[in-house]
């Protein structure tokens, strides 16, 4: 997936939970989330591209071992961890708004 923009990449967490070793586009997101799990080439690169390809299509060692770490990494993105920590944030927000209210709220009676 030799993006130039992708905010997160259901496709590449699919892949990686199938077993696939990664090649990305070299961007800031991806790279945030894939870091050490992926192969990475510039965006506009195809004989880049190309030649990590082949590199994982010729050595099978390399591209199961690309593969393992990109699933290792898969099994952190989990909806059960996600859905708990938005749970927090939400949590952390509402008691955050409830003592600027109360904050307000002493200042206004002050």
Sequence with gaps: ?????EPFGLTVLEAALSGCALVLGDIPSLRELWEGAAVFVPPDDAN???????????????????????????????????????????????????RQALDEAVNFSS
């Design 48 to 98: 880049a591209l190309a030649d990590v390809l082949q590199s994982l299509c010729q050595d099978r060692t390399l591209r199961e071992r690309m593969a393992e770490k990109a699933f290792e990494r898969s099994r952190f993105f989990n909806p059960d961890k996600m859905a708990a920590e938005y749970f927090a944030a939400y949590l952390s927000l509402n008691s955050g708004l409830r």
């Design 1 to 5: 997936m030799p993006a130039r923009y």
